[in-house]
């Protein structure tokens, strides 16, 4: 029974955080994005999020956000950096090719930092990228 069960592979789809400048509060402010980097759009993406480490947990985060075109991306939340000494999880479920996709991604403790920027795919910017 199990083994007739197809699971897709995500593939092309990354969460990124990057670091913006934020006309209306004149600050830098860090916000995190789903990029599709394929080249069919992705449908009914829903994004839960939520941080936790062996002390603490956050609230759970629920984003719909609705249909990413081919090769763009899509802001999900604003990250306050007091959560970046925490595991941030990213559970990202969507349509594509007539099937569910579904895939966590994590960003580990201290690992969002201006360090660990890289040319992120589709933005044309920089950024933590994981896949």
């Keep these: 029974m199990k083994k007739d069960i197809e699971i897709p592979v995500v593939e ?6 990057v670091k913006e400048w934020n006309e209306e509060s004149g600050d830098d ?7 599709n980097d394929k080249d069919i759009s992705i449908e009914t993406v829903l994004v839960v999020t939520k941080g936790y480490d062996t002390e603490r ?5 629920r984003h719909d956000l609705g249909n990413v075109m081919a090769k763009s991306s899509a802001k999900i939340e604003m990250i306050q950096e007091e959560l970046f000494t925490m595991n941030n ?6 349509f594509g090719d007539g099937k569910m996709y579904d895939k966590k991604y994590i960003f580990r403790e201290n690992t969002i930092n201006e360090n ?3 040319e992120l ?3 044309e910017q920089r ?3 994981v896949s």
């Design 12 to 17: 092309n789809v990354y969460i990124a955080v």
């Design 29 to 35: 402010e860090w916000n995190s994005y789903i990029i």
């Design 57 to 61: 947990k956050t609230s759970l985060l």
């Design 89 to 94: 999880e990213f559970s990202v479920t969507f």
């Design 116 to 118: 660990a920027f890289q």
């Design 121 to 123: 795919p589709v933005m």
């Design 127 to 129: 950024g933590v990228l």
